[in-house]
């Protein structure tokens, strides 16, 4: 399995602890260390390769790559997806098992920083469209993450031809990778209290959401909209 944070100033260190806010899943929390974890570990194996391009070790990762890290951290992606799609907080553990199956699939391939956003608005987008009975399409999604409509589309269908379309993740696996997470929580800070939620939506709604602002650190994400590249830069 997928198992510190790389900061814009180049710095190592791993996410701040804070309170959690009740209404959010603790899978997000989980989920964001250990993608931090993941995502420094990376960067520092393709640094110390001698390449000097962290995204260059993942080839087959590279439709996923954007120019410059989003200045917006995991954490706050995560919270972000969650907030507005309102999708199961199961979706983001078989969205992990889908990026996880992925790597396996192709070893050349590495998590970093220039990848790891748009690999998780496409994961939860397709992880959602098999758990939930109601969900967000495409473009809700792509408003969502930051990029265009027919950049996540592309995304989705490299995505799914990377997988050879194995979507399927059986109660066992998906058990087996919720305590895995759990477990990574205890070893970064030895707390045994973030149970992740295994819930899955099956009466949620939608809402037709006028407008989703742009916060300040996906100002990244948007500047380039115009030309046709994708938000994600």
Do not use: F, P, Q
């Given at each position: 399995m997928l198992a510190i944070s790389v900061t814009d100033d180049g710095q190592n260190r791993l996410p701040e602890q804070s309170e959690q806010d009740p209404s959010t899943p603790?899978?997000?929390?989980?989920l964001s260390v250990v993608l931090e974890r993941l995502v420094n570990r990376n960067e520092i194996l393709s640094l110390s390769s001698g390449g000097g391009v962290p995204a260059r070790l993942g080839k087959n990762l590279e439709a996923f790559h954007g120019v410059r890290p989003p200045a917006i951290t995991i954490a706050k992606y995560l919270d972000r997806i969650y907030k507005y799609t309102n999708c199961s907080p199961a979706c983001f553990v078989v969205g992990y098992v889908y990026i996880d199956r992925l790597v396996h699939r192709h070893p050349g391939s590495l998590v970093v920083r220039l990848n790891v956003h748009r690999l998780l608005v496409t994961s939860i987008m397709v992880a959602a469209k098999i758990l939930d009975d109601v969900h967000y399409n495409n473009a809700f999604y792509a408003r969502v993450g930051?990029?265009?409509?027919?950049?996540?589309?592309?995304?989705?269908?490299e995505f799914l031809f990377m997988l050879d379309f194995e979507l399927t993740v059986t109660s066992r696996v998906f058990e087996s990778y919720c305590l895995h997470l759990e477990r990574e929580m205890i070893l970064w800070n030895g707390t045994t209290t973030l149970k992740i939620e295994r819930r899955i939506h099956t009466t949620n709604t939608i809402e037709d959401i006028a407008e989703i602002p742009i916060e300040e650190d996906m100002e990244s994400f948007s500047s380039t909209l115009s030309n046709g590249n994708g938000g994600l830069t």
């Open positions: 603790r899978v997000l929390s989980i930051g990029v265009t409509n027919a950049e996540l589309n592309r995304l989705e269908v």
